[in-house]
């Protein structure tokens, strides 16, 4: 059991969780309770658009509070969320919350979009697009301005349904990401066959971008292809100057890090925004 959902799953045990079933029960147990706390918030992280230098969008990334054990990373209760079923009470609330702060948000900043993480197990299920649609509309927000993030592990396996799918979310003007490009294993003629708006080079991609020749020959080939399809690159984890510049010169559409800004709290990211759009109309483009 331990092994079964992967690396993820197995480095929950290797945090002092212990490795019985007991504890994994436990966790999910105290997950449970967690979300019925209202133990979760959204943070948003900036990302920015290289050419007109604002902000294009924000990606929504969910954080647990622990009451003990402070914050608890998604990359550790996702997986689990995913294995015990509650990740559909959990990705319904995550797209109701990003919906309502992105309403509020458009009325101060109406350019900006709103990026949402979608879970493989959420996207394949039957009820998806109803439910999207309807919390679309009890909110009463542009899907023009909804960006969704699929992994390639979310549209791979069932390819077909799955450019359905995409081509439904398409027509109701939702734009498309794929998330962590690069670190799948598919084949990449699914490129031209779903319609993708946005590729997302993963950040181990990016990391090593100053120091190694043979990344950046990847990296640079990724924008390429991406641009000959139409389809625009997002660079995770940009975190200093030099990576920043790189990205430029390859021609990079927008860039997301540390080096632009962390994931910010919805507060903090009003702060955010407005220093941003007096910074901007300060220093206007060249
Ligand atoms: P992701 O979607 O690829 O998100 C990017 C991760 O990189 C985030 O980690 C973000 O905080 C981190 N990051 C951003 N800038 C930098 C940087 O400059 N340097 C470094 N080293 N890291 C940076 P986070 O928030 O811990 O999320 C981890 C993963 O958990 C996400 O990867 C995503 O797959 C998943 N996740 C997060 N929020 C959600 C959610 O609301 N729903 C679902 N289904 N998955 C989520
Ligand atoms: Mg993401
Ligand atoms: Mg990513
Ligand atoms: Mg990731």
């Excluded at 510049?245 to 994931?263: A, H, K, M, T, W």
């Amino acid at each position: 059991q331990a092994k079964k959902n992967g690396r993820n799953q197995y480095a929950l045990y290797h945090d002092g969780m212990g490795s019985d079933g007991k504890h994994l029960f436990q966790l999910e147990t105290a997950l449970r309770k967690a979300f019925d706390r209202g133990e979760f918030e959204l943070y948003y992280q900036p990302q920015l658009d290289m050419k007109t230098k604002q902000i294009r969008a924000v990606e929504a990334l969910i954080r647990w509070k622990h009451s003990g054990k402070g914050f608890i990373s998604p990359g550790k209760f996702i997986p689990l969320a995913e294995e015990s079923g509650l990740i559909t009470p959990i990705s319904d609330w995550i797209m109701m919350q990003a919906c309502e702060h992105l309403k509020q948000l458009q009325l101060h900043f109406p350019y900006v979009k709103m990026s949402v993480n979608i879970s493989p197990i959420y996207f394949q299920q039957i009820d998806f697009l109803e439910k999207l649609q309807k919390t679309i509309e009890s909110v009463n927000v542009n899907p023009r301005s909804i960006e969704l993030e699929l992994t390639e592990s979310a549209v791979m396996p069932h390819a077909e349904q799955s450019v359905a799918r995409l081509t439904t979310l398409k027509t109701m003007g939702i734009s498309i990401a794929i998330d962590d490009f690069g670190t799948g294993f598919s084949s990449l003629s699914y490129l031209h066959r779903f319609p993708i708006d946005v590729l997302k080079i993963d950040q181990s991609f990016i990391k090593p971008l100053s120091r190694y020749q043979e990344d950046l020959a990847i990296v640079k080939a990724i924008i390429m292809m991406a641009h000959s399809l139409q389809i625009q690159v997002v660079a995770e984890g940009v975190e200093t100057e030099k990576q920043y510049q790189i990205l430029e010169e390859q021609r990079c559409d927008f860039v997301q890090g540390y080096y632009v800004s962390n994931p910010l709290s919805i507060g903090e990211l009003y702060e955010f925004l407005e220093m941003w759009n007096d910074f901007c109309e300060k220093v206007p483009n060249e």
